[in-house]
Structures are given as structure tokens and as C-alpha cells.
């Protein structure tokens, strides 16, 4: 057990170590946490989605983001992310005039890790339900062509979705779009089976 004591960071004082550092940590509370390296998987799924989306937003009020443009703030639970990929509808709603933050978002999509899959599905969709306009999560597997789809209902419940045929299609009412499965994992290669 450690006996190194942990220190408190603010979310300012994060800010000024984050804007400065060569790679992305998460911020939770007053702790800063390393982002774990993607695989070439994780890459390519998430920028054919965020690819999907563009083609599709385009000339229209919403706007794609991947995680290496934009941070995403939770001010409910001080916590700062950078999700995989995010729409925005609207006038962007930023944290200060560095415009390098967000604070709300329409959709979220997290392509799953095996180190940070149960904190996708669990504690960090928490955090994203707190943001006020935040009506879509879709949640990618790396490593098997699957998706699981969470839509915000009128009664602030949310309904569950899983998609696993790559012909599927996964239709994201809040923005419009349509992302079919096979499309979103497109050059992905998966490993043989021993």
C-alpha cells in the first residue's frame, strides 16, 4: 500500500499543466490522469466515424470533433475528457476565451479499450448524462465489429441499443445522421483466432 500522499490539483491549475503537455490526461476531481496509447484499431474506427459524421453535418448546425481538437469539461463532477469523438448543434458552449474546452455536447462516441471499457460504459457515461444536451452515446468495440447504442428518452430515461451486423444501422435521431456499422470499421483488422 502507498503512503505517497496525493495532491489536490484545481481544475485551473490542471488546465495550465494540460495546455503545455506533450500528451492528454484526463482530469477527475483534482487528479490528473495519463491517457493510455490507442491501437491502430481504435484510430481507425474513430476517424471513420468522426469522417462518417462530417460528410453528413455538412452545411448544417452540428459540428464532429475528435479527441486530439477538443477537451470536454463536466462541471457537475469537476471532471475534464477527451472523448473519442463529439457533436456539438449550435453555438459551441466553451469553458473560457482559450476555446480549447467544451462544456456540453449533443453525441458522444467512446471506442472501447480493454483497459478503460467498464469506465466507459459506467462512470463516465454518469458524468456525460449530467451534460444538459447530451441525447446520444455510442460505444464502439475494437476488437469485434459491435455497437451499443444509448438514446436519452422524453422521460430523461435512456434506451439501449446493440447492434452486431456489420449491414447494421445505427440512426442518431438527435443529429440527423446515420452511421452504418460496417462503414465505421472500415481497414480494421482483427486479430486470428489462436
Not at 484526463?26 to 484510430?43: L, Q, R, V, W
Not at 455538412?58 to 477538443?70: I, K, M, N, S
Not at 447530451?134 to 438514446?151: G, I, N, P, R, T
Request: proline fraction near 5%; aromatic fraction near 10%; charge should be negative.
Amino acid at each position: 500500500m502507498s503512503t505517497k500522499p496525493v495532491t489536490y490539483l484545481t481544475h485551473e491549475q490542471y488546465l495550465e499543466i494540460e495546455r503545455k503537455a506533450e500528451y492528454p490526461s484526463e482530469y477527475i476531481d483534482g487528479e490528473m490522469f495519463a491517457m493510455s496509447g490507442g491501437s491502430p484499431n481504435h484510430a481507425r474506427i474513430a476517424l471513420n466515424t468522426a469522417m462518417k459524421l462530417t460528410e453528413q453535418l455538412r452545411g448544417r448546425p452540428c459540428e464532429a470533433f475528435g479527441a486530439d481538437l477538443l477537451r470536454l469539461h463536466i462541471a457537475k463532477y469537476n471532471v475534464s475528457t477527451y472523448p473519442d469523438v463529439l457533436v456539438t448543434c449550435g453555438p459551441k458552449q466553451l469553458l473560457d476565451a482559450r476555446r480549447d474546452t467544451l462544456t456540453d455536447a449533443t453525441v458522444i462516441i467512446e471506442v472501447l479499450s480493454p483497459s478503460t471499457k467498464n469506465y466507459d460504459r459506467s462512470e463516465k457515461f454518469r458524468f456525460y448524462r449530467s451534460l444538459p444536451s447530451f441525447s446520444e452515446y455510442l460505444l464502439l468495440a475494437q476488437d469485434e465489429v459491435s455497437a451499443e447504442h444509448h438514446a436519452r428518452q422524453p422521460d430523461n430515461s435512456w434506451l439501449f441499443r446493440e447492434f452486431t451486423k456489420p449491414a447494421g444501422e445505427i440512426e442518431l435521431k438527435s443529429i440527423g445522421c446515420h452511421l452504418q456499422l460496417q462503414s465505421l470499421y472500415e481497414r480494421v483488422e482483427f486479430e486470428a483466432e489462436a
